[in-house]
Structure formats: C-alpha cells, structure tokens
T-cell receptor, first 112, second 113 residues
Framework: ELKVEQNPLFLSMQEGKNYTIYCNYSTTSDRLYWYRQDPGKSLESLFVLLSNGAVKQEGRLMASLDTKARLSTLHITAAVHDLSATYFCAGNQETSGSRLTFGEGTQLTVNP | DVKVTQSSRYLVKRTGEKVFLECVQDMDHENMFWYRQDPGLGLRLIYFSYDVKMKEKGDIPEGYSVSREKKERFSLILESASTNQTSMYLC????????????FGPGTRLTVT
C-alpha cells in the first residue's frame, strides 16, 4: 500500500526566503502530483510529474521527482505572501488504477 | 477548462436525515471520487467510480453510499446523517487513461447537528 509523507507539516517563512517541501513515498510510484489549497477552498492542481527526473516550474514554485529515491520536492524561491496556503503531494500506485494517495499537507505561512 | 461543480457550498442537516451531495463534471471524465477532509486527518477517500453504475469503496465507506447513473454525475448519500459526518466533502474527477490528474470541485461544508 502506498504511503505518502510530507515534511515539514507546518512552515513559517519570511518573504524573500527560499525553502523546500519534501514528499516521500513508500512504494513504486511513477506519478507525483502537487496541489495547493487556500483556506476554506478546494484543491487546485499545481504540477503533474510523470517520470523520473521530471522538473516543472511555475513562477516561484519548482517541483521535481526522483523515483529512485522515492522523493519529490517543491522548492519555493523568494517567497511572497500570496504563496501562503496548504500544499499537498499525492502519488499513484499502479495497482490502484487511477486512485491517488495524498500526503498530510504542508501548511505554509509567508510573513512580511 | 475542466469544471467540477458541487450542489451546495454549505449545508446544515439534522441527525438522522438522509443527505444527498451531488457532483457534476463537464469534461467527460471516466473517474469520479468523493473525499472528506478533516483537520489533522488530510483527505480520505470515501468512494470512487470508474464508470457509470460502477463504484468502489475507498478507505472510509462506512455510513455512506454513492450513485452514478450518468457519466457526468456522481452522488454521495448519507443514509442517516450523524454528527461525526460533519466535514468538508470534496468531489474530484479524472480521465481513466491519461495522467490521472484529479480536478476538484469547490467542496461542500456539511454540518450535522
């Protein structure tokens, strides 16, 4: 059974700083997803990583996937307040078809 | 753009009532999912469906049932609502054989009193 763990679960950072959120998963998963959730809102898809070594960037966020290490990272560059949200990673296990397993989420607060 | 809509943003029901939550997607997705989200517990899968009239139990199906009579619509039913079913309910959909990326609806915050 696929398990997905994120760390840290809570992250408070200053504007302008860089930081990385880590997503580890327990079994083979060639697909990794990152989502963002604003307070009281639903989940919005950020990145879909479909192969080892995949890297995707959007604005100040960059996601990467290392399937050998069973690790994905979400790197934040020069954080701004608008990035404050909860970030979820999710993996897909081949034997589970199209079902995703979500991590616990990382609550990010960017302080001025 | 993919659009997933849910019938209500907020709902208040009494213990013992039968509750219907509806989800509609407009992208011809084969897969549809129902999750609940609670503080500290993340997203937990209740039921999902790969096709019309097909359903599969997720991790926490107890106290819930689902219906999928049409491809675009997936309903979650609480047969007899209880206070421990107070939660945020999220519907999602995805294609069967592409990236499996799930698209989420806006959520329904259900309070059972």
């Amino acid at each position: 059974e696929l398990k997905v763990e994120q760390n840290p679960l809570f992250l408070s950072m200053q504007e302008g700083k860089n930081y990385t959120i880590y997503c580890n998963y327990s079994t083979t998963s060639d697909r990794l997803y990152w989502y963002r959730q604003d307070p009281g809102k639903s989940l919005e898809s950020l990145f879909v990583l479909l192969s080892n070594g995949a890297v995707k960037q959007e604005g100040r966020l960059m996601a990467s996937l290392d399937t050998k290490a069973r690790l994905s990272t979400l790197h934040i560059t020069a954080a701004v307040h608008d990035l404050s949200a909860t970030y979820f990673c999710a993996g897909n296990q081949e034997t589970s078809g199209s079902r995703l397993t979500f991590g616990e989420g990382t609550q990010l607060t960017v302080n001025p | 753009d993919v659009k997933v809509t849910q019938s209500s943003r907020y709902l208040v029901k009494r213990t013992g009532e039968k509750v219907f939550l509806e989800c509609v997607q407009d992208m011809d997705h084969e897969n549809m999912f129902w999750y609940r989200q609670d503080p500290g517990l993340g997203l937990r899968l209740i039921y999902f469906s790969y096709d019309v009239k097909m359903k599969e139990k997720g991790d926490i199906p107890e106290g819930y049932s689902v219906s999928r009579e049409k491809k675009e619509r997936f309903s979650l039913i609480l047969e007899s609502a209880s206070t421990n079913q107070t939660s945020m309910y999220l519907c999602a959909s995805s294609w069967l054989d592409r990236s499996y990326e799930q698209y989420f609806g806006p959520g329904t915050r259900l309070t059972v009193t």
